[in-house]
C-alpha cells in the first residue's frame, strides 16, 4: 500500500511538472519555458521528471524517458512563424501516445493495481475475464497550437518576458478491450491521463512568464480543462480551472531549479453535509480544490 | 517579494486567484479524530406514517450488511473477480431488488452495513437516500467509518462508507462512536483504510418511550486482536446503555459453538491475490460474551450442534449460488457472523426471528409467522438479513 501511494504520488508530481520547463543554455539571462519558441537544431534539455526535448532543423521532439516503455508518447513542435521581438510567434504541436503497457505492468513500470486493477483473477483464470476492468489497447493522438510574444528585448542583453497562449486537444481510441471508467483520480493525475482511458480532454493555457533577474524567472498560468465523460455519465462536471505559480532559478550555466505550487479547481463529487429548514441534515456537492507542489531539477546543453 | 517587478494587474490575479483556490482543500482521508459524536440524521422527502405502537411495543428488526448494492457482482479483494466498480445501471438494478427485498420484510427498523453515499465502485450513488424514499422507513442515521478522497488502490478511487440505521419511527438523538484501530498496518495504510465505528440511534416509538439501536460492523481481516477489542468496546458500551436496547450487524466472527471455523467453501485452494484480504484464524469464543450478557435472537440452543443444523442461520458466502469454487461447487451460505442481540428484560417474539436467506423462505420457519420471501437475499448480497420482531414492555 506504501508503496502504491508513493508511486501515485510521483506519477502526480510528473503529471503537474509538464509545466515546469526550462532552458539554461548559454544564454546570459536564464530563458523562459514553455513557450512557442522551440530549441535550436543540436539543443536538449532534459528534467528529472521533465521531458527529453531535442531540438532538431525545423521541429523539437518531446519524449518522456520514464515512461518511454510503458506508455510512450513523442510530441513534435513545429514554428510556423519566425521567433522575432514584440511579434507574435505561432508553433504547432503533434503527438501520438500507446499507453496500453502502463496500464498493464505492476510497478516500477506500470500503474496497474494502483489506479486501474491489477486483474489478478483474470490473468489466473481467463473465464473471469469480463470482471477485468482495466484499459484495452489504445492510441491517444495530440493536435495544439502554441502563441508567443515575448517583451523586454533590449540589445544589451538576451533576456525578455513572454506571455503565451497554448490550446491543445488529445483524446484516446480503444481498439481492444472494454472501455475504461473515467479515473476520478486527483486533478493533476487525472488531467494528465485522461486521454490515456479513452477520454477526450481540450485545454486553454495563459502564461505570462517575467524574468525577474538574469538567473531567476517567475512564471503565472491559468488553465481551464475539459474532459469528456461517457455517454449517460452526468456525475461529474467536465470543467476544471487550474493557477499556476512558480520561480526557475538559475544553479549552473547548464541547469536550473524550478519550485511552484499547481492550484485546479474541479469537480471532484465533494460532499458536505447540510441542514434542512427542519433540522435534519442532507448532503450536498461542492468543487474541490487541490494544491499540488512542482519541483524539479532540469539540464540543458 | 517577486511581485514588485511585475506588472500589478497580473499580480493581483495571481494571488486573488491562489488564495481562493488554496483556502478549501479536502483532506486526503477523513481521519476521523473522535471518540463520541453526534451522526447526521436524514429523513424521507415525504413521511409514510407507521403503524402505531401496542403495549408492549413490538418493532420489526432487520440487520443487513448489504454490500454497498453489488449483489453478487465478483469484486477484486473477495478473489473471486477483478471488478472494481459498477455502473450507474447496475446500482440502480442492484438497488431497487434490495428496496423489494427490505419492503418484503418490512421493518421498523432496519440496521444496514457497507452501505455508501458517495463512492465511486458505486457510482456515487447516495444508498441512504435511496433506501428512505424507496422504501416506509421515514428517518436514518449513517455513521460514516471510511471517507477518503481517492484510494490508490485497484482503481477503487473516491470512498464513503459506513453503517446507517433506518427507521419508521422519528430518530431523536444519532451518534457515531469510534472503534479502535487496527495495529499491524504500517502508517500510509492505516491512514488511507477504514475507521470502524459503532451506529447509535435514540427512537421515540411513542411518546415518552425511546429505545436505543446499535449498529456494529467489527473488523474482519486483523491479525493483532482489534477485532477481539472492538467486540469487548461494544460489550463495555452496551453495559452503560440507559435505555431498552437492540444491537445488531455484522460482527465478522462465528458463533461460539460454530462447527466450522476454517476451511469454508469459498476460500480458495491456492493464493491468486494479495494476502491483505486473507481471512485470519476465527476466535469465536469472543462471541459468548453476547450471548451470556443479551436476549439473542437466534440463541444457541437453536443454532444447533452439527454444521448441517447450523446451515439454516449461516448469513455470509463470498460466492453465490450463479458463482462456483475451485471445485465446481455452486456457492452458498457457509458461516454466521450477522447477529442480532436485544437487551435483558426485553425478548423476541416467538416465530418472528430467522436468517432470510432465500427465495420461497417461510420466516421463522415451518411455524414461523412470515413472510414466504419472494425475494432472493442470497442473490443480493455477500450477507444474509438477520430479521426478529423485537418487544420491548
Not at chain 1, 20 to 27: E, K, P, Q, T, V
Not at chain 1, 29 to 41: I, M, Y
Not at chain 1, 104 to 124: I, N, Q, T, W, Y
Not at chain 2, 367 to 385: F, K, Y
Amino acid at each position: 500500500m506504501v508503496a502504491r501511494i508513493a508511486w501515485t504520488t510521483l506519477i502526480a508530481l510528473l503529471a503537474n511538472t509538464g509545466i515546469a520547463r526550462a532552458d539554461s543554455f548559454n544564454y546570459t539571462h536564464l530563458q523562459p519555458r514553455e513557450t512557442a519558441k522551440v530549441l535550436a537544431p543540436g539543443e536538449w534539455q532534459v528534467g528529472v521528471f521533465n521531458p527529453l526535448r531535442l531540438g532538431l532543423d525545423w521541429l523539437e521532439v518531446d519524449v518522456h524517458p520514464l515512461l518511454l516503455l510503458a506508455a510512450p508518447q513523442v510530441d513534435v513542435k513545429i514554428p510556423l512563424t519566425a521567433s522575432l521581438p514584440d511579434a507574435w510567434q505561432w508553433t504547432a504541436q503533434v503527438g501520438l501516445g500507446v499507453p496500453t503497457l502502463g496500464w498493464r505492468l505492476a510497478k516500477p513500470f506500470g500503474l496497474a493495481g494502483d489506479l486501474v486493477p491489477s486483474c489478478k483473477v483474470a490473468e489466473h483464470a481467463a473465464a473471469s475475464a469480463a470482471s477485468c476492468q482495466r484499459p484495452g489497447w489504445l492510441i491517444v493522438p495530440k493536435v495544439g497550437v502554441w502563441a508567443s510574444r515575448e517583451f523586454g528585448h533590449s540589445a544589451a542583453s538576451d533576456g525578455y518576458s513572454v506571455l503565451t497562449l497554448h490550446a491543445e486537444i488529445a483524446s484516446g481510441f480503444s481498439f481492444s478491450g472494454q472501455a475504461a471508467p473515467p479515473l476520478d483520480a486527483w486533478a493533476p493525475v487525472d488531467i494528465q491521463l485522461a486521454p490515456y482511458v479513452g477520454r477526450t480532454r481540450a485545454q486553454l493555457r495563459v502564461a505570462y512568464d517575467q524574468l525577474l533577474m538574469p538567473w531567476l524567472r517567475l512564471r503565472g498560468e491559468l488553465g481551464g480543462y475539459w474532459i469528456s465523460r461517457p455517454v449517460g455519465d452526468d456525475a461529474l462536471s467536465t470543467l476544471t480551472a487550474s493557477v499556476y505559480v512558480g520561480l526557475d532559478a538559475r544553479i549552473t550555466a547548464h541547469t536550473r531549479l524550478t519550485l511552484g505550487a499547481m492550484a485546479y479547481d474541479i469537480d471532484r463529487h465533494q460532499q458536505k453535509t447540510e441542514k434542512t429548514s427542519e433540522g435534519f441534515d442532507t448532503y450536498t456537492y461542492v468543487r474541490s480544490r487541490e494544491v499540488w507542489p512542482t519541483l524539479d531539477f532540469i539540464w540543458s546543453y | 517579494m517577486p511581485c514588485i517587478h511585475v506588472p500589478h494587474r497580473w499580480c493581483a490575479v495571481v494571488v486573488a486567484c491562489t488564495a481562493a483556490l488554496a483556502c478549501a482543500c479536502e483532506p486526503i482521508a477523513d481521519p476521523q479524530d473522535y471518540d463520541r459524536e453526534p451522526a447526521p440524521i436524514f429523513k424521507r422527502s415525504t413521511l409514510v406514517t407507521p403503524v402505531a405502537v401496542s403495549a408492549p411495543a413490538r418493532l420489526k428488526v432487520v440487520a443487513w450488511n448489504i454490500k454497498y448494492g453489488a449483489g453478487r457482482i465478483p469484486f477484486w479483494f473477495d478473489c473471486w473477480g477483478d471488478r472494481s466498480q459498477m455502473s450507474r445501471a447496475e446500482v440502480d438494478a442492484n438497488m431497487a431488488k434490495l428496496y423489494a427485498a427490505i419492503g418484503e420484510l418490512d421493518p421498523d427498523v432496519l440496521i444496514a452495513e457497507e452501505i455508501e453515499v458517495n463512492s465511486r465502485r458505486s457510482a456515487y450513488f447516495d444508498m441512504v437516500k435511496g433506501i428512505l424514499e424507496n422504501t416506509n422507513l421515514n428517518y436514518a442515521t449513517f455513521a460514516s467509518t471510511w471517507n477518503s478522497k481517492y484510494i490508490a488502490s485497484e482503481g477503487v478511487g473516491r470512498i464513503h462508507l459506513g453503517n446507517a440505521i433506518f427507521s419508521k419511527h422519528k430518530i431523536t438523538k444519532a451518534e457515531r462512536i469510534r472503534q479502535v484501530d487496527r495495529t499491524d498496518q504500517d502508517a500510509l495504510t492505516s491512514m488511507f483504510y477504514l475507521k470502524r465505528a459503532l451506529g447509535r440511534a435514540e427512537i421515540e416509538i411513542k411518546t415518552g418511550t425511546k429505545v436505543a439501536i446499535w449498529a456494529v460492523h467489527s473488523e474482519a481481516y486483523d491479525n493483532d486482536g482489534t477485532k477481539k477489542k472492538q467486540i469487548e468496546h461494544i460489550d463495555e458500551l452496551l453495559k452503560k446503555e440507559p435505555l431498552p436496547f437492540m444491537v445488531g450487524g455484522d460482527f465478522n466472527e462465528l458463533p461460539p459453538i460454530a462447527v466450522r471455523k476454517h476451511g469454508f467453501m469459498d476460500e480458495r485452494e491456492k493464493a491468486v491475490c494479495s494476502a491483505d484480504f486473507a481471512q485470519p484464524p476465527y476466535t469465536p469464543e469472543i462471541m459468548q460474551r453476547f450471548y451470556d450478557n443479551y436476549v439473542a435472537a437466534i440463541a444457541l440452543d437453536r443454532y444447533g450442534k452439527s454444521e448441517l443444523e447450523q446451515k439454516r442461520f449461516f448469513t455470509h458466502s463470498v460466492l453465490g449460488p450463479d458463482e462456483v469454487n475451485d471445485k465446481g461447487e455452486k456457492g452458498f451460505w457457509n458461516r454466521t457472523l450477522d447477529y442480532l442481540f436485544a437487551s435483558k428484560g426485553t425478548s423476541w417474539v416467538i416465530g418472528s426471528t430467522d436468517v432470510a436467506q432465500q427465495k420461497g423462505q417461510k420466516i421463522g420457519g415451518d411455524n414461523g409467522i412470515g413472510p414466504v420471501l419472494t425475494t432472493d437475499p442470497v442473490r443480493l448480497s455477500d450477507h444474509a438479513p438477520v430479521v426478529g420482531t423485537w418487544e420491548v414492555p
